[in-house]
């Protein structure tokens, strides 16, 4: 049985960020409404991608006349993901309504591996809108595999300056830590653990950290993951 999606949008452009991540601006459907951070849940209007779902963060903000998504992709023939990166101009996109993934609750730690850094990006450009400066009382750590991995380092690099932590499990560079997220990393750099924590990566990461930071004695009520876990 396939999805019924209650919208459809044309492809305006397609660009490549990195070799493994591109940016999708789709028309914005006169109807469809969305809040900072919400999610929708995506398909292709082809034949084959019936069965074919993955939710994405709506990474641009509600009073912009399109949606943006910031899409990792994974080069798979018969991928979703694959196939998105290959969408021509016109082309249609389906999609779901709406939905909560993460809530903007208060200063705190954003920890994200890879293409989650997405999720946080709409939060990230309300607190800059909204005056808020991210220097105070918020810090991002960022996992990823190697530097040319790592997405929009000059921005994240502004916008958090010494708070921002980045360390990579595949590439020693003279700037990022090496090793991944554990749990001495995190008592190393987490000074507070009572604070907001908003993580956001693959499943296995995230049920991982959210144990790490479990145990150096954040509340289970203060840590935000994508997957319900």
């Known amino acids: ?119 946080f990006w709409p939060i990230f450009n309300s607190m800059g809108q909204n005056g808020v400066d991210a220097t105070q009382n918020h810090r991002l750590i960022y996992a990823d595999k190697t530097k040319k991995d790592v997405l929009y380092p000059k921005q994240l690099k502004e916008i958090f300056r010494d708070k921002l932590s980045v360390i990579l499990s595949r590439h020693h560079t003279k700037t990022f830590s090496f090793g991944r997220i554990d749990k001495n990393y995190l008592m190393d750099i987490v000074k507070n653990t009572e604070q907001y924590f908003y993580v956001c990566g693959p499943k296995d990461f995230e049920v991982e950290v959210k144990t790490h930071l479990l145990t150096i004695g954040v509340q289970k009520n203060n840590i935000q993951t994508g997957y319900k876990l």
Not at 69 to 96: M, P, W
Not at 102 to 108: A, C, E, H, N, V
């Open 1 to 119: 049985m396939e999805f019924i999606f209650p919208f459809k949008a044309k492809v305006l452009s397609l660009s490549t960020i990195n070799e493994d991540v591109v940016l999708l601006k789709t028309e914005k459907p006169s109807i469809f409404s969305f809040n900072r951070g919400q999610v929708v849940d995506m398909s292709i209007d082809k034949p084959g991608f019936e069965l074919s779902v993955s939710s994405f963060t709506i990474a641009n903000t509600p009073t912009d006349e399109y949606l943006e998504f910031i899409i990792k992709v994974y080069h798979r023939k018969e991928g979703l993901t694959n196939a998105i990166s290959e969408l021509k101009i016109d082309d249609c996109v389906q999609f779901s309504y709406a939905w909560d993934s993460y809530s903007y609750m208060g200063s705190g730690t954003f920890i994200a591996a890879g293409a989650g850094i997405t999720a």
